[in-house]
């Protein structure tokens, strides 16, 4: 259950930054082009369909999108994730050089028996 909210308001938040930015660009572009938007009637529609979506409330009148007040926990996870991934990384860096020192001696050991 926790993955689904994290989910939902992960897909909540990017609605949300979706129309914020559709709505600064607009208005830029309003400000230096005058009134006429760069938006199609689509894309509006689109837009119209995501907000309206946004809030529809289930039977107990719970959001279906939403996004949490707080990101405190969201972020923790996150970082965690990423920390994780980070050590991974480091760990299989480490045993790629370690295998890269190995094939170098072989190679010399190979290369001096040859000579």
């Known amino acids: 259950m926790m993955e689904v909210t994290n989910t939902t308001a992960i897909i909540g938040a990017a609605i949300a930054l979706a129309i914020a930015l559709t709505k ?9 082009m ?3 938007s760069l938006l199609s009637n689509e894309e509006r ?3 119209k369909s995501m907000y309206e979506l946004s809030h529809v409330r289930d039977s107990n009148g719970v959001p279906r999108i939403y996004s949490p ?11 965690s994730s990423l920390n994780k991934i ?3 990384q480091e760990k299989t860096a480490w ?3 370690s295998i890269g ?4 001696r072989i190679s010399q050991k ?3 028996q040859i000579d």
């Open 45 to 47: 529609g689109w837009i």
């Open 95 to 97: 045993v790629l050089e």
């Open 69 to 79: 007040l707080d990101w405190t926990e969201i972020q923790k996870n996150f970082v």
């Open 34 to 36: 005058g009134k006429k």
């Open 101 to 104: 020192k190995q094939l170098e």
């Open 110 to 112: 190979i290369d001096k």
């Open 86 to 88: 980070a050590i991974t």
């Open 24 to 32: 600064i660009i607009e208005g830029l572009t309003n400000k230096f």
